[in-house]
């Protein structure tokens, strides 16, 4: 008679898997140590055109960190022009960009001497920027009171801010000292604005005294430009 074999019983032990996945290093937030990483969450995946431009990205900010403006901004310009598809880069891109082109552009230098204050409010004049010149003027007259060109051209530079009272009391004080501005105020089209005020024609009507100065002193031209 045949005997029969009794059925083992089973292990409630799990039993692995065939094949184990790759266990994910743990990191700090992440899964915990052991979990596979099919089961891992991630991101889209980058493009590829987004590691090329964190490459240029980055050697921009090298070229800044040597202080190579001009070729820093020129990398970061690539960025925005090469890659307008990597966004999240173009804020920083940008940010960085302004500084260089800061850094880039020569500064002026500011006037130092009377000549140089002088020419500087001649160039502020004749481009229309007024409160430069002024600005300047008031220097040169502070430092030589006696300077008839730097009051001649307060004048202009106060008659085309409108300002008629200061344009003839440096109009006058700049005829005083040297006869000749009578002669050019007359004809200057930068004075246009005091033509019809009466202490203007009076101012180039009376004639006047002049005051010494020094005999070496050179009035420079004031340059002109059409307008």
Do not use: W
Request: hydrophobic share 30%.
């Amino acid at each position: 008679m045949a005997k029969h074999r009794r059925p083992q019983p089973r292990s409630t032990k799990a039993q692995p898997p065939a094949q184990a996945g790759r266990v994910a290093r743990p990191e700090p937030g992440g899964p915990a140590a052991g979990q596979p990483i099919s089961s891992v969450p991630s991101g889209p995946p980058r493009r590829s055109t987004y590691f090329e431009a964190v490459a240029v990205y980055e050697r921009g900010l090298e070229a800044l960190q040597r202080h190579d403006y001009a070729g820093a901004g020129g990398l970061f310009e690539s960025v925005l022009r090469n890659y307008p598809e990597e966004k999240e880069l173009h804020e920083r891109v940008r940010l960085y960009l302004n500084i260089c082109r800061r850094q880039a552009t020569p500064r002026e230098a500011t006037p130092q001497t009377i000549e140089e204050r002088l020419y500087a409010s001649t160039l502020a004049i004749n481009g229309g920027r007024y409160d430069e010149a002024i600005s300047h003027l008031r220097l040169v007259r502070d430092e030589d009171p006696d300077n008839d060109h730097a009051l001649y051209m307060l004048a202009v530079a106060h008659a085309q801010r409108g300002e008629h009272a200061e344009a003839i009391a440096h109009l006058e004080r700049a005829i005083a000292l040297n006869p000749d501005n009578r002669g050019i105020a007359r004809a200057d089209p930068d004075l246009e604005p005091l033509r019809a005020d009466d202490s203007f024609r009076q101012t180039l009507e009376t004639p006047s005294i002049p005051r010494q100065t020094s005999a070496d002193r050179r009035r420079p031209l004031r340059a002109r430009t059409a307008r």
